[in-house]
């Protein structure tokens, strides 16, 4: 299991600012997922163009299974991580970026600015987190439920989650057939 966490700044891709919410996504796997994995790590400025060129080397080349991005997802002229995101993934997954906004708008009313998203590329799943390192465990526990079954049924490396922490939810198996 291969899973990438790119954060998205300017500031941070130029050491002017710590990445703290990397680290934050990175240590929210290492508590939660009990399935050997492998964290891949970038750190890449705002933008179309870089945000894009990773992603999809990210899922082309170094075979990510899951890929958790961080930042750029406001409606400041320079966060355009959703627009990279639509030229990499072939299909979206709105649900994700619904729940992510629902349950975030339980801890700030500026929740509705968020532009969050996620997609498939390939055997792939996206996911775009906040970029404010306090709301990576939340947004994390308010999807990561589906993720594994998300990573079955589009044929990537099997996953699965302390039940303590996240229960994971798989489908009944059909009766028919």
């Avoid at 970038?42 to 060129?53: F, H």
């Avoid at 299909?91 to 968020?114: D, H, M, N």
């Avoid at 994390?140 to 039940?163: E, H, K, Q, R």
Wanted: charged share 25%.
């Amino acid at each position: 299991m291969r899973i990438a966490v790119v954060t998205i700044s300017d500031r941070a891709s130029r050491g002017q600012y710590e990445d703290l919410s990397g680290p934050a996504i990175e240590a929210w796997l290492r508590e939660t997922v009990v399935t050997p994995f492998e964290i891949v790590r970038r750190i890449v400025p705002d933008g179309i163009e870089p945000v894009r060129d990773v992603l999809v080397a990210l899922c082309d080349e170094e075979h990510a299974d899951l890929i958790l991005t961080t930042g750029g997802t406001g409606p400041a002229p320079r966060d355009e991580t959703p627009e990279a995101m639509r030229e990499v993934v072939t299909r979206e997954l709105p649900g994700f970026g619904e729940q992510l906004r629902r349950a975030s708008l339980e801890q700030t009313p500026t929740a509705i600015l968020s532009r969050q998203m996620a997609g498939i590329r390939g055997r792939t799943l996206i996911i775009n987190l906040p970029g404010k390192p306090s709301s990576i465990r939340f947004s994390l526990n308010a999807v990561f439920a589906a993720v594994p079954y998300c990573l079955d049924l589009i044929g990537a490396d099997w996953m699965d989650t302390d039940p303590a922490r996240v229960k994971v939810f798989w489908p009944a198996p059909s009766s028919s057939g």
